[in-house]
């Protein structure tokens, strides 16, 4: 496979006493003086990210933890089931007694239960660095210290996706990483369907580190070529302006039976491409049975998709004409399979791309999940990055990383997962570090239960989020500023030397040294360690690279090198379309790694499982969730703009975009002002689950009867004592329901639910989540 060549990057600005750093938001330099922490993005990127300016307003932020902290009923009690979490205050301690009282539970747990007691999962995102990434470190520890632990298994982003696509296309990787490229798009594309959009909020954002943001120009340069786009989506934004997007406000979550309205248009005017379905494909009689009506007697024509979708049959039929005979793109993005029957968009939105008889091409037929971060439709290094050995899980047992309330309220009832039916563990000891589960989980108010529970809570955070507050152990670890660490991502061909910019913040440590010394409580120092300090890690995990990079005759500078010059540019491969475009050129000779080696529009292998919420082809199936007259707006919770997820939400770019201190939700003039709401307004947005306050503003860029609140906020309760206590910031998560997708995939459903909305009158009760516990 052909490579690009590594050279010295020319785009990082170290004058002025500036040191090169990255995040997931994109590399920068920083320097911190007496106009305190100045941030300057990377010199090379053509748009950079503006979420790095959440760096100055949070590094020496009261949100910060400073010091290692005990609930005080796990302190006065000891371990055990208790309500009390969330709601008891902290006992400040010194780091020997925090890590003694700690190691002492950790070791009663390890000998009189087993490893098994342990959920390890610790989902979350951490910091970008090699290294110091919190949720590596955790794993680590607990296989080495605990002798394992419970994992998860999947993610929230991509939960029903990265189940069913390896099953019916290819593997995951290959589908987002190596498929169709933003070069090609700009080259090739004559219409790019996007469902769910590509939003540059989105891609702004990579695992890892990120050197430059090249979405917003590939679109440009394909629009002004004359590639025309088409956006499905309740928000107009999820496409930039720069698209020049045809907009289509599809009902929420019925994406699918606009997909089959397509496709049996495209069958019925004999504009589908017979000789790729053929070719290529598995199952389509069956399916095109399902699709004419002769298996259950509802033909799933252009009009029936209307009645459902809310787009008329004649601009569905018109799409179909449109996309047939070009080069045509289908984009699915995460949030169709972030709710519930989160499979079938995905499922279909393949089979749509292959009746067009696309896969395969440069710029055309599927990719699933372009746009929705940095690193896919890129190009992939050659060489390999710093990895963190994990050492070996004595456990078994996993959930689906979603099920994780579940499974602490049900343990030893069993659950349906991949065609098998599984047993919930019985879990004593949680150990969480470099995630927030009162960000990403659905219905906290069940997941406040969930963690009632447990005889021990463990958090190492930086910052007192609510997942810190219902911990019975707190300690406080520095963030990616006060470290040395490798920051890289297998997409991006720009490695970077993190230096430290900052003190640790009060006595916060490492994830590293505090798991050190743990290790040391639990007689496993050495074999943790291996006898190195971080510094010396940092050159132990560069030299995979710098052999690589000698073996190919490039420049291979020694870590010091690197580490003085603060980055190098690594050689990637040149585009080869992945799997996708070896199995279109020879299907023969290069099967997918699918059961039957072809694209599977009917697997049998799902089909065999028998779960009627996931059959053997795609389908359309009815919410459960759907509005109500109680509930009659589709509450749509997606990634916020200003910040990842909930980090560092109390970071100045952060806080600027709130209203009044709030999160800051979306709705349509016609819905919100039969109501009486008007821009500005605080409104209370609510249902079964619980509520939250959220300020508003009203714009037409967003469909009828959606309401829109990004993710977030921290969950800020007013009254923790309550079982359902009103969120006074935004925290959509109160709202959302705590279900998989389906038996089949069991992931996160929280894109989606419904909810009322009314005027907030009361008098507005103050933002305490950024105080200190
Ligand atoms: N309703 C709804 N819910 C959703 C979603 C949705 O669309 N709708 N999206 C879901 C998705 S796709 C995802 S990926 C999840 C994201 O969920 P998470 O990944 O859990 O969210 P983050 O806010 O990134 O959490 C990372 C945490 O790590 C901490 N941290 C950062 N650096 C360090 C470190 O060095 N050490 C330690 N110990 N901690 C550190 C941060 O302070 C932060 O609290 O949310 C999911 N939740
Ligand atoms: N700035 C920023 N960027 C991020 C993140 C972040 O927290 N902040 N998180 C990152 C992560 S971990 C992930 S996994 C990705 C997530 O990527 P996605 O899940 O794709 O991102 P979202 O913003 O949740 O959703 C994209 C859009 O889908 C639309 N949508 C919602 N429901 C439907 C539906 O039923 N049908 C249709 N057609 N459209 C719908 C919404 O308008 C929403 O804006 O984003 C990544 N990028
Ligand atoms: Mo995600």
């Known amino acids: ?96 007694q925090a890590l003694d009282l700690l190691g002492g539970e950790l070791t009663r747990i390890r ?148 997909m089959l309205g397509i496709v049996h248009t495209l069958v019925g005017e004999g ?82 791309a292959a009746a067009l008889g696309q896969i395969g091409l440069p710029g055309g037929g599927y990719a699933y999940s372009l746009g929705a971060i940095g690193y896919y439709g890129r190009r992939v290094n050659a ?43 019985d879990i004593r000891l949680v150990y969480w570090a470099g995630g927030n589960p009162f960000h990403h989980h659905q219905d906290l108010n069940r997941l406040r239960k969930a963690f009632a529970r447990l005889d021990t809570l463990v958090v190492h955070e930086l910052a007192w989020t609510a997942t810190a507050r219902h911990a019975d152990i707190v300690l406080p670890s520095t963030m990616t500023l006060e470290r040395e660490d490798i920051g890289y991502s297998s997409n991006d061909p720009l490695m970077v030397a993190m230096h430290r910019i900052a003190e640790p913040f009060g006595l916060a440590r490492d994830d590293y040294e505090i798991f050190a010394d743990l290790a040391e409580r639990l007689g496993a120092r050495e074999p943790f360690t291996e006898g190195r300090t971080s510094r010396e890690w940092l050159e132990h995990l560069f030299e995979p690279t710098r052999k690589a990079l000698a073996a190919r005759g490039l420049e291979a500078p020694s870590f010091d090198e690197f580490w003085e010059r603060g980055s190098q540019v690594v050689p990637q491969h040149l585009d080869d379309g992945g799997s996708l475009r070896r199995f279109r050129e020879d299907p023969l000779a290069r099967p997918l790694p699918t059961p039957s080696g072809r694209i599977e529009i009917f697997s049998q292998k799902i089909a065999s499982h028998g779960d009627a919420d996931c059959p053997g082809h795609p389908v359309w199936l009815e919410k459960s969730d759907t509005p109500t007259p109680g509930a009659p707006f589709f509450l749509v919770a997606n990634q916020p703009v200003t910040r990842l997820h909930s980090q560092l939400d109390f970071g100045g ?62 969950y800020d309760p007013m009254d923790p004592e309550e079982d359902a206590p009103l969120c006074v910031h935004g925290n959509p998560n109160v709202l959302t329901r705590d279900i998989g997708t389906s038996s089949f995939a069991q992931g996160c459903t929280g894109q989606l639910t419904s909810v009322e909305v009314e005027r907030f009158n009361g008098n507005l009760p103050p933002i305490r989540a950024f105080d200190p516990a």
């Open 1 to 96: 496979m052909s490579e690009t060549i590594g050279h010295p990057d020319p785009g990082l600005d170290l004058s002025d006493g500036f040191k090169p750093h990255t995040s997931h938001w994109g590399v920068f330099s920083a320097r911190l003086g007496k106009a305190g922490l100045e941030v300057r993005p990377y010199a090379a990127d053509p748009d950079p990210n503006r979420i790095i300016n959440n760096f100055p307003g949070a590094l020496r932020h009261q949100a910060r933890i400073a010091q290692p902290a005990i609930r005080r009923g796990w302190l006065e009690r000891g371990p055990g089931p208790d309500d009390r979490r969330g709601r008891d205050d902290f006992v400040s301690v010194s780091w020997e």
């Open 111 to 258: 000998d009189t239960i087993g490893p098994s007691a342990v959920f390890g999962g610790s989902y979350g995102w951490s910091s970008a660095g090699r290294f110091h990434h919190a949720q590596s470190q955790v794993h680590r520890f607990l296989n080495i210290a605990m002798g394992g632990y419970v994992r998860s298994v999947n993610t929230y982003s991509s939960g029903a996706s990265s189940v069913l696509l390896p099953q019916i296309l290819t593997g995951y990787e290959d589908i987002t990483k190596r498929n169709v490229t933003w070069e090609q798009i700009a080259a090739e594309t004559d219409i790019v369907l996007a469902f769910g959009g590509m939003a540059l909020k989105n891609s702004m954002v990579a695992g890892g580190s990120i050197s430059k943001h090249v979405e917003r120009g590939a679109m440009a340069a394909a629009q002004r070529r004359g590639c025309q786009f088409v956006l499905v989506s309740p928000r107009r934004d999820d496409l930039p302006v720069e698209a020049g997007a045809e907009w289509l406000t599809a009902t929420p979550g019925t994406d699918t039976a606009l």
């Open 271 to 352: 504009l589908h491409d017979q000789a790729f379905l053929d070719r290529y494909t598995e199952g389509w009689p069956v399916f095109l049975r399902y699709l004419t009506g002769e298996s259950d007697g509802q033909p799933k024509s252009a009009e029936w998709a209307a009645a459902i979708c809310g787009i008329d049959a004649g601009t569905i039929k018109t799409l179909a004409r449109r996309l047939a005979g070009r080069r045509a793109l289908i984009t699915v993005s995460h949030s169709l399979q972030r709710a519930e029957h989160g499979e079938q968009p995905v499922w279909m939105g393949m089979v749509l």
């Open 383 to 425: 060489v390999p990055g710093p990895t963190l050995g994990q050492g070996r899980n004595g456990v078994a047992d996993f959930i689906p990383v979603a099920r994780i309330a579940d499974m602490l309220l049900n343990p030893g009832t069993s659950y349906r997962y991949n065609g098998e039916t599984r047993t919930y563990p």
């Open 653 to 714: 770019h952060s806080l600027d975009a709130k209203y009044r201190g709030r999160e800051v939700a979306r709705m349509n003039p016609r819905d919100a002002e039969p109501r009486g709401i008007a821009d500005g307004d605080i409104i209370r947005i609510f249902n079964a689950r619980g509520a939250c306050l959220a300020a508003v503003h009203v714009t037409d860029g967003i469909a009828p009867g959606v309401v829109q609140l990004p993710t977030g906020a921290w």
